[in-house]
């Protein structure tokens, strides 16, 4: 069992930065592809960016290109995710999530190819 355990939430105003964190308990093939989804409230949990093994492939949703980049160092078993110049409308629960790589070189971009979820940190960004 792989435990997630995001941190670096919190508020900003738009146009600022915030750097979340995610760090699982273990490396296991299992947690070697992570990402990261978000959901806002009355909003379906959507994907924001996804990275394959050590960043071989990423995926980031149309939404945040340019503004979020998705990291991962693989010593540390954690997951990074820079947003910059957020918006009002990147307020939302953001969910770390991670599960085994497949053997196509591609970032999983959808929720049920995940196998682990954190609790979720809340971004707040005001304008």
């Known amino acids: 069992q792989v435990q997630l355990v995001e941190s670096g939430g919190g508020s900003a105003q738009a146009g600022g930065s915030l750097r979340l964190s995610c760090a699982a308990s273990a490396y296991t093939p299992n947690s070697n592809c992570m990402g990261w989804f978000r959901q806002a409230p009355g909003k379906e949990r959507e994907a924001v960016a996804a990275?394959?093994?050590?960043?071989?492939?990423?995926y980031y949703a149309d939404s945040v290109k340019g503004r979020f980049t998705i990291s991962k160092d693989n010593a540390k078993n954690t997951v990074y995710l820079q947003m910059n110049n957020l918006k009002p409308e990147d307020t939302a629960v953001y969910y770390c999530?991670?599960?085994?790589?497949?053997?196509?070189?591609?970032?999983?971009?959808?929720?049920?190819?995940?196998?682990?979820w954190g609790q979720g940190t809340q971004v707040t960004v005001s304008s």
């Open positions: 999530a991670a599960t085994r790589c497949g053997a196509v070189v591609a970032a999983k971009r959808f929720e049920h190819e995940y196998m682990y």
């Open positions: 990275i394959y093994q050590g960043g071989l492939n990423t």
